[in-house]
């Protein structure tokens, strides 16, 4: 079946540091792809969509200039917090939506950011 | 993307079949019902999506009434893996940015007891 993969599965950061995250669809080609964050014991909540080729659209209240997404290929999409602080302490989790499916959503495995 | 309404938790045994229903009284005539599986600190992962009437794979079935204001996700014979939560979703596919948000509700915890 599709594979999603992200890389790190783990990342550990100083504050006022930037970290890269990458999501890439393994077997697919994905025009779009999701950015998703998670705190605790809440739900997934759509950070962003990133376009493949195009400019990522923002939910409202996400700082584009903060998280930076760029889908520069049709299988990887990268997502990098800049100046990272505490609290973007999260879940990161992309999705890829398959095309010949309806655009149906694989998930990658997500990204543990703690930042200190 | 339509509304859902799910219970926020569901306990069951081993061996049991498990149906957890969802209410989507807003769905539209493009919308699909897909339903996602999450264990801790994973991203969730697609179970089953349907339009009407009924879907089976080999993981689950997906009922859906003529009106389809409601889906009923049935998980048959539960082990202590299926503990995870369960998001129902309805949206045309296109999750475009705030065009066509894909957002998660609170989700249906499942626990399974041995």
């Known amino acids: 079946g599709a594979v999603v993969s992200q890389h790190p599965s783990r990342v550990i950061c100083k504050s006022g540091t930037s970290v890269k995250i990458e999501c890439r669809s393994l077997?697919?080609?994905?025009?779009?792809m999701f950015w998703y964050r998670q705190f605790p014991k809440q739900s997934l909540m759509l950070m962003a969509t990133?376009?493949?080729?195009?400019?990522?659209?923002?939910e409202q209240g996400v700082e584009k200039d903060k998280f930076l997404i760029n889908h520069a290929s049709l299988t990887l999409s990268t997502l990098t917090v800049t100046s990272a602080h505490p609290e973007d302490s999260s879940f990161y989790i992309c999705?890829?939506?398959?095309?010949?499916?309806?655009?149906?959503?694989?998930f990658g495995p997500g990204t543990r950011l703690t930042v200190t | 993307l339509a509304k859902t309404t799910q219970p926020i938790s569901m306990d069951s045994y081993e061996g049991q079949e498990v149906n957890i229903t969802c209410s989507h009284n807003?769905?539209?005539?493009?919308?699909?019902i897909t339903w996602y599986q999450q264990f801790p600190s994973q991203g969730p992962r697609f179970i089953i999506q349907?339009?009407?009437t009924k879907v089976t794979n080999e993981v689950a079935s997906l009922f859906i009434p003529a009106d389809r204001k409601s889906s009923t996700l049935s998980l048959p014979r539960v082990s202590l893996s299926d503990t995870a939560v369960y998001y129902c979703?309805?949206?045309?596919?296109?999750?475009?940015?705030?065009?066509?948000?894909?957002?998660f509700g609170k989700g249906t915890k499942l626990s399974v007891k041995p």
């Open positions: 999705s890829a939506g398959r095309p010949d499916r309806d655009n149906e959503q694989y």
């Open positions: 077997d697919f080609q994905a025009t779009t």
């Open positions: 990133s376009n493949e080729g195009s400019k990522a659209t923002y």
């Open positions: 807003n769905i539209a005539t493009n919308d699909y």
């Open positions: 349907g339009y009407k």
């Open positions: 979703l309805v949206g045309d596919g296109n999750y475009g940015g705030s065009q066509g948000n894909l957002i």
